[in-house]
């Protein structure tokens, strides 16, 4: 079953996304950094929570939890190396 809170973190995810990709947009390649990648896995994570509720829910809950892993130390380690500023 697909909550209706679970829906709603994705809508916001995916526009906060849009957001953060366009704030980016003029450094050259931004698509090729740690830090695009682990915002994409962290909107994953969110597609994977939603998809759950429908299909294979075991496997998109291990996917959901591995993705959400993968974002977070992408993200730190793109920190870790200042890509953004």
Known sequence: MVEFGEVLDLI?????TFYLISLVKKQN??????????????????????????ILPDFLNLMEHLSFMLACELIVISIYKKELS
Do not use: N
Request: glycine fraction near 6%; charged fraction near 15%; aromatic fraction near 16%.
């Open 12 to 16: 916001i995810s995916v526009i906060l």
């Open 29 to 54: 390649k931004y698509h090729k950094t740690i830090w695009f990648w682990g915002i994409a896995l962290l909107l994953c994570s969110k597609l994977f929570t939603v998809l759950e509720g429908l």
